[in-house]
């Protein structure tokens, strides 16, 4: 910034490329454990180049591309005013603007930004950074008027001609709604290297990650998703084990638990083998590796869906995960139904939780609760579950339904009778009172190569405690079965309590012709 | 009601009078096991004089008084418009409108009613028998504007004369703020039985509980309380374990946990002692007895003061509690002073919890936590507490801060190094996951006869998780020590970290002429 004040070419040209002729150690980490300067690259430049995806997303996830996103565009404004030749705002096909379009879209209803990988839960779009953001984004950008609707909930505009602009936009009465909707974002400096995909439909917000590793901030969460509802969430993904700025908490620090819980797999709703986090909890290996889209489709908003393949998390492994939100006139609200393909060339154990949030209000199966609890492992995250609950899988079909903040919810998962079924709470070995004391219902799977998970989670139905009325409390599934798996194709069918019946059929190679039927 | 209806004075004397000549056993019990017909007495009057103090408080407390209202309002409505002549909204002293306002005095800063006794959390002024409640009191008492603005709120009317009154007051603009103040509310027909008194000083709320046993809803929580702040509870009161009208728990009644868990004394923020409740958990016993007013002062509202006497939850020791919401210049908002002073004939073991909710944020103790939880106890609600952490406690001050939406708080309490500290959360012994997982700090204190428990409450500063600023989240106590404690007067001594020394004088006895120094 100096730089340009001064108009001192020099130190503009370091800023922009780094400093000439210095080379770093490109094995040297940061405090964090990231790759300092993994590839040799320096300055304002290769840092547009490498963390952003041509889509705009960040490859640490949204809570720091918020963080990055001030000094990113503060300089890029100096630079857009001083040297207007270099067309910053134009630079990898107007990327940093694209960014903060992406990061908009990585929030949920309330403004909220998904906590992936590390992120803390709270932080939104009503942040400073995401003030400098919108006013420049409108003002730079296409002047697009949903902008203006999200300025005027921040209730703050830049004091420069972006934030003028803004004010005047409003003033002026432009402001449209910011409709989110379904969006799949690529990760990687070209876009090759996974992605997000959100799909959005009516209420409901799915968000599946099949992204690279994050960097420093990544987390061993390959194919995992958290599912909300207007805001709010239905399976939540943990975010990161940190009280940041409260100095008490070791410091406003990471706590060391954002290591042994926050980052493994198990602290994710995804599957983990053999009681091992992907890629060993390696972060060298991890960042070798993403997961691949296999596709994403959302033209048809009653069937929208994301799929994509993980081959490199367990070596010997494959895992393919299908989500999707489906609209269907016998069920009072999109539902989810996520097919998890599993194929391994050795017998494993897979561990597959659902991080609900809420109070139990009913099984299908019955259950025994312990009178003390015990931790489900010594190590990789397993270490901080306590078990609350053990039960073998009813054949068919499993089914668990939650009462969280006024609303009902319904997790039905094709289950056999090997199957075992745990109630885990978060909370042991944590010596500091770090974790939040959540629940979790796993499906443990062992002694199996290649399986097929599929579940369905529906949101029904209402209680208020002021009329002490219980609405629709009830799932709206009969049975859930896999009536086809191929190589080739996946079929579920979904029968409802009134015995009308659908079927689901994915892809799962060749997926540029892919079809789904419902 | 039909009886007025049809003008037939016979069923309308049964209505008010009961069934002429008939004698029911006065020691029959009801479902929830509350007894039938203690007193013999029956019919409309009766059902009057008996649950409602002067002050209007309704013995089983404001949830079920609400529940009770409706039918209480209608017929009353309805004699009142065809028998004038009974004065029905005059008899005793106008109890049924004054109790409209000691129900709507017992909800906190969002309307919702403290969850005393058998009480389920969400309760609300919302609830359509409030609608009634509100507009009858408008109508048939003194037209109080204040209750115009919870008529707007509530935004619905009654479809009658009074109905068409309140919503005429609100046309024409004449609603003020119904402003809730400090209440000491007695129990008993006679207001003889104790009470319920609420301290209120800018947004805390204090609700001290020295009530008779509340019939059959009457839990065995002699001199609790809770806290709230802006309508969020500091301390909690468990409220009942029963998920109403929810089908799938328990059918929607009361579960099991509700006598073995909720209605212990160890699930509320008072002395248990040896490990079993109020009058051994009897409510044959607990129905004989209330607690004594000491006294009750809210003229200075920068001392706020209660305090009241339970001899005979457990005979042979007399327990004192003075409860005082000071505000003072050097503190950020106004903070709770709380002394319970217990005497007894013999040593027994003191456990004092306080249920406080939200995530840990630092001690001034060393505490070791379990590698496997166990539960505190076997029977009166200890088999339902897990042991998460313990601690011996330092001499002088234990002191517990913790963060819970966007808050902190600290308990700082007198201790001494015999004294032991446990962290216990809710949730042992729970097979159908009935019980919510929240956690308490819990002062034990063995082989003691006569001993002083001595706390500070603060609320302090904030938490946000989009600035990510942490503000003023230490403790402003420096040290709390007691003073002076004889038959007669106890004085504790509050010094804060600037070093400024306070100190609160309470008078034991003879209270008639009690003074409290700040």
New interface residues.
């Given amino acids: 910034m100096i730089g340009l004040v001064m108009d001192d070419q020099e130190l503009i040209d370091r800023a922009l490329y780094g400093i000439k002729g210095l080379k770093l150690d490109t094995n040297k980490k940061d405090d964090d454990g990231g790759f300092l300067n993994k590839d040799g690259k320096a300055g304002f430049l290769a840092n547009i180049e490498e963390p952003f995806s041509p889509d705009g997303y960040y490859n640490e996830g949204p809570y720091y591309q918020r963080y990055a996103m001030y000094p990113f565009l503060i300089f890029a404004e100096g630079l857009h005013n001083v040297k207007p030749e270099l067309k910053i705002f134009e630079y990898k096909e107007g990327v940093l603007l694209k960014s903060i379009n992406a990061l908009l879209n990585l929030s949920d209803a309330d403004g909220d930004f998904f906590p992936l990988n590390d992120g803390?839960?709270?932080?939104?779009y009503?942040?400073?950074a995401l003030v400098t953001a919108v006013d420049i984004s409108y003002h730079f950008g296409t002047q697009d008027p949903g902008l203006l609707s999200i300025a005027k909930e921040q209730n703050k505009v830049l004091l420069d001609d972006s934030g003028l602009a803004v004010a005047l936009g409003i003033k002026n009465g432009n402001e449209e709604p910011f409709n989110k909707k379904s969006i799949n974002l690529s990760d990687g400096p070209k876009g090759t290297q996974g992605g997000v995909a959100i799909l959005r439909q009516d209420d409901i917000e799915l968000v599946f990650k099949y992204a690279a590793q994050g960097s420093s901030h990544g987390h061993y969460d390959k194919l995992s998703y958290s599912l909300y509802e207007k805001g709010e969430e239905i399976l939540q993904d943990y975010g990161l084990a940190r009280?940041?700025?409260?100095?008490?908490?070791g410091g406003?620090n990471y706590l060391k638990e954002n290591k042994t819980w926050a980052k493994q797999t198990i602290a994710h709703n995804t599957v983990t083998q053999n009681e091992t986090s992907h890629f060993n909890g390696k972060y060298e290996v991890g960042s070798q590796h993403h997961s691949v889209l296999n596709y994403f489709s959302s033209e048809n908003e009653k069937v929208q869906v994301a799929s994509a393949k993980e081959v490199n998390a367990y070596p010997g492994t494959e895992m393919l995960r299908t989500m999707a939100i489906l609209k269907d006139e016998d069920f009072e609200k999109p539902y989810m139904l996520d097919i998890m393909k599993v194929t391994s060339d050795k017998a494993n154990q897979y561990d597959f939780p659902y991080y609900f949030l809420g109070?139990?209000?009913?099984t299908n199966f019955e259950y025994q609760?312990p009178?003390?609890?015990?931790?489900l492992g010594t190590k990789n995250g397993y270490q901080h579950l306590?078990v609350?609950?053990t039960a073998k899988a009813p054949s068919d079909n499993s089914q668990l339904?939650w009462?969280n903040k006024g609303k009902f919810y319904s997790l039905t998962s094709v289950t056999n009778t090997n199957d075992e079924l745990l109630?885990t709470?978060i909370?042991?070995?944590?010596?500091?009172?770090n974790l939040?004391?959540e629940?979790a219902l796993m499906l443990r799977r062992k002694n199996t190569k290649n399986t097929l998970f599929v579940s369905v989670i529906e949101s029904h139905g209402s209680?208020?405690?002021?009329?002490?009325?219980?609405v629709n409390?009830?799932s709206n599934i009969a049975a859930l079965k896999v009536v086809l798996d191929t190589d080739a194709y996946t079929a579920i069918q979904i029968t409802n309590i009134n015995g009308n019946v659908k079927l689901f059929i994915t892809a799962n190679t060749e997926t540029s012709k892919e079809k789904n039927i419902l």
């Fill in positions: 803390q839960k709270g932080m939104s009503y942040n400073d009280f940041v700025n409260i100095e008490q908490k406003g109070q139990v209000v009913e609760t009178k003390s609890l015990n931790p306590f609350e609950g339904s009462l109630f709470r909370g042991a070995n944590d010596p500091g009172f939040r004391r629940a209680y208020s405690p002021v009329s002490e009325s219980a409390s009830n």
